[in-house]
């Protein structure tokens, strides 16, 4: 069943399209959120944080976009959100951030933030699909470089080296292309 169906269903309200959804991609939920919580929580942990999505997909399915690229990538971003929810919970001073993640401060608005996400997925399109897929799995999906340079059949070190020239490239790029002045607030860790 496509995605776009499923998704007017969930919309509609039907409890059958989350039952195809929760099918489709609890694994794919599950993975991401054990990359970002790791073994510093338990099972059920995890477990919890995996409906936590699926039941914020079901509650805010009014508001999914019927142009959204994806429901998978929708749903990739509430489980990275509800596992550093969950890890602020249950260690507030605990963060998962890399030493040279790129991270916004003092936001101010909601537009504001739609503006920055606009610039950056604008920066991450120029970049080239190996490039943006690594950046993606490192940044957005939490995964570690040595599952993706096995994933993608390379040493380690490229990989960490493409993301390195990958954070120089979008810093440029948001700088020559406008988004830096407009977003000043994007530095380094």
Do not use: C
């Amino acid at each position: 069943m496509l995605e776009a169906t499923l998704l007017h269903q969930l919309k509609q309200g039907k409890q059958s399209a989350l039952e195809h959804l929760i099918d489709m991609y609890a694994g794919y939920v599950s993975k991401i959120v054990r990359n970002v919580i790791g073994s510093q929580m338990k099972n059920e942990d995890v477990e919890e944080v995996v409906s936590d999505v699926f039941v914020l997909l079901w509650t805010h399915a009014g508001q999914i976009r019927e142009d959204s690229k994806t429901i998978k990538s929708y749903l990739a971003a509430i489980a990275r959100n509800q596992s550093l929810k969950k890890l602020r919970e249950h260690a507030p001073r605990m963060y998962p951030l890399d030493d040279d993640i790129l991270i916004v401060e003092d936001s101010t608005s909601a537009f504001a933030e739609s503006e920055q996400k606009y610039f950056l997925e604008w920066a991450l399109s120029l970049m080239s699909e190996l490039d943006r897929n690594i950046f993606v799995r490192y940044y957005f999906l939490m995964e570690k470089t040595a599952d993706i340079a096995e994933q993608l059949q390379m040493n380690e070190s490229t990989v960490r080296s493409r993301l390195s020239r990958g954070r120089d490239y979008l810093r440029q790029v948001l700088r020559d292309g406008g988004g830096y002045d407009e977003n000043k607030n994007i530095r380094n860790v």
